[in-house]
C-alpha cells in the first residue's frame, strides 16, 4: 500500500518477495542501531580538505561508517534515513561529535592543526539540548570550538528561515564554524544567505561532475564564486575527481577541494600518512 502510495495515487503494484526482503532488512536495521553505538559497530572516515593554493590539507569531514556484525557494512544513505525516522540520529549524531572531536584534539596534540566538519541533521538541529551538548562535549575534550565546522544543508535552513538562522547564530556566538551544505540544489536565496553567519558554502557534487566539459556548469560555479567572496565567505567544491576538475576550479577561483581526486575517506591512522606524505603538482598543462 505504501508502495502504491509513494508511486503516486490511484495505482497498483502486486507484492513480491523483494518488498518483503526490504522490510524484513529495514525491521532489521531499525532494531539493532539501538544498540550498534554502544556494541562499538559505528566508526568514523575522514575525508581531508586540501587548499590548492596553498597546497596544503586544511581540513576533513568526519563520515560515519556502520560495520553491521550480520550485514555486513551498511551506506550511510541506508541507515542515516532510517535513523532520521526513527529518531535515534540523535543519539548517533551525538556519538559523532564526541568521536570526531576527540580524534581532532588527538590530531592537535601532534602538532596536526585542521578543521573538522561535522554534518547535522534537521533533527539535530531543532533538538532544545543541541547547543548545549555541542558545547559541552567540546569543552570536554579541550578543543577550541574555532576548530570545529557544523555543515547544515540548504534545504535544512529553507525548511524554517527564521528559526534556522535563529539556531545558527546561537551556535556562531558559541565560537563553531558553519558551513552551507549541497549549495545550489535547493531554493537558494540571497535574502537568507547575507544573513548566514555561516563561513562556508559548499558547491554540489552534481555541478562539479561535468565542469570540465560543460560550460553551463562552469557558469554556475563560477557565479557561486563570486558571490561568496562578495559576502566574505570561503567557497569548497565537494566530489572533485579527476586532475581536470580539479584545474577547472582554480581557474575559476575555487580554492577548497574535498574529492578523491586527494583522497577517499579514510580512517584517522592513514589520515595521519596522507597528511605526512602529501604533495601535489599544480596545474601546469593548462
Known amino acids: 500500500m505504501y508502495h502504491v502510495k509513494e508511486s503516486g495515487k490511484n495505482g497498483y503494484q502486486f507484492y513480491t518477495q523483494s518488498m518483503n526482503d526490504k522490510i524484513t532488512k529495514k525491521t532489521l536495521i531499525e532494531n539493532d542501531l539501538r544498540s550498534a553505538i554502544n556494541k562499538g559497530e559505528f566508526f568514523l572516515e575522514y575525508q581531508p580538505k586540501v587548499?590548492?593554493?596553498?597546497?596544503?590539507?586544511?581540513?576533513?569531514?568526519?563520515?560515519?561508517?556502520?560495520?553491521?556484525?550480520?550485514?555486513?557494512l551498511i551506506r550511510p544513505d541506508v541507515f542515516i534515513g532510517i535513523s532520521e525516522e526513527t529518531g535515534q540520529i540523535l543519539q548517533?549524531?551525538?556519538?559523532?561529535?564526541?568521536?570526531?572531536?576527540?580524534?581532532?584534539?588527538?590530531?592537535?596534540?601532534?602538532?596536526?592543526?585542521?578543521?573538522?566538519?561535522?554534518?547535522?541533521?534537521?533533527?539535530?538541529?531543532?533538538d532544545d539540548s543541541f547547543i548545549d551538548d555541542m558545547c559541552l562535549i567540546a569543552d570536554e575534550a579541550g578543543l577550541d570550538k574555532s576548530y570545529i565546522e557544523l555543515e547544515i544543508t540548504e534545504s535544512q535552513i529553507m525548511k524554517d528561515v527564521n528559526k534556522s538562522l535563529s539556531i545558527?547564530?546561537?551556535?556562531?556566538?558559541?565560537?563553531?564554524?558553519?558551513?552551507?551544505d549541497d549549495f545550489g540544489t535547493g531554493y537558494s536565496s540571497l535574502s537568507y544567505l547575507k544573513k548566514l553567519p555561516a563561513k562556508?558554502?559548499?558547491?554540489?557534487?552534481?555541478?562539479?561532475?561535468?565542469?570540465?566539459?560543460?560550460?553551463?556548469?562552469?557558469?554556475?560555479?563560477?557565479?557561486?564564486?563570486?558571490?561568496?567572496?562578495?559576502?566574505?565567505?570561503?567557497?569548497?567544491?565537494?566530489?572533485?575527481?579527476?586532475?581536470?576538475?580539479?584545474?577547472?576550479?582554480?581557474?575559476?577561483?575555487?580554492?577548497?577541494?574535498?574529492?578523491?581526486?586527494?583522497?577517499?575517506?579514510?580512517?584517522?591512522?592513514?589520515?595521519?600518512?596522507?597528511?605526512?606524505?602529501?604533495?601535489?603538482?599544480?596545474?601546469?598543462?593548462?
Request: proline share 1%; aromatic share 8%.
Open 51 to 72: 587548499n590548492i593554493d596553498t597546497k596544503r590539507v586544511y581540513g576533513m569531514e568526519a563520515l560515519v561508517r556502520w560495520n553491521h556484525p550480520e550485514i555486513g
Open 200 to 286: 562556508t558554502i559548499k558547491i554540489d557534487r552534481s555541478f562539479v561532475l561535468d565542469i570540465d566539459k560543460d560550460e553551463d556548469d562552469r557558469s554556475i560555479i563560477a557565479a557561486i564564486v563570486a558571490m561568496a567572496k562578495s559576502l566574505g565567505k570561503d567557497v569548497i567544491a565537494e566530489g572533485s575527481e579527476t586532475k581536470e576538475q580539479v584545474c577547472a576550479l582554480k581557474l575559476l577561483e575555487c580554492n577548497q577541494i574535498q574529492g578523491y581526486y586527494f583522497s577517499k575517506p579514510i580512517k584517522i591512522d592513514k589520515l595521519r600518512e596522507f597528511i605526512t606524505d602529501f604533495k601535489w603538482d599544480d596545474c601546469s598543462f593548462y
Open 92 to 126: 548517533l549524531g551525538l556519538w559523532v561529535a564526541k568521536q570526531a572531536i576527540h580524534d581532532t584534539k588527538m590530531l592537535h596534540n601532534e602538532g596536526i592543526m585542521l578543521v573538522v566538519s561535522i554534518n547535522v541533521s534537521n533533527k539535530q538541529l531543532n
Open 168 to 180: 545558527l547564530n546561537a551556535l556562531y556566538e558559541k565560537g563553531f564554524k558553519l558551513s552551507v
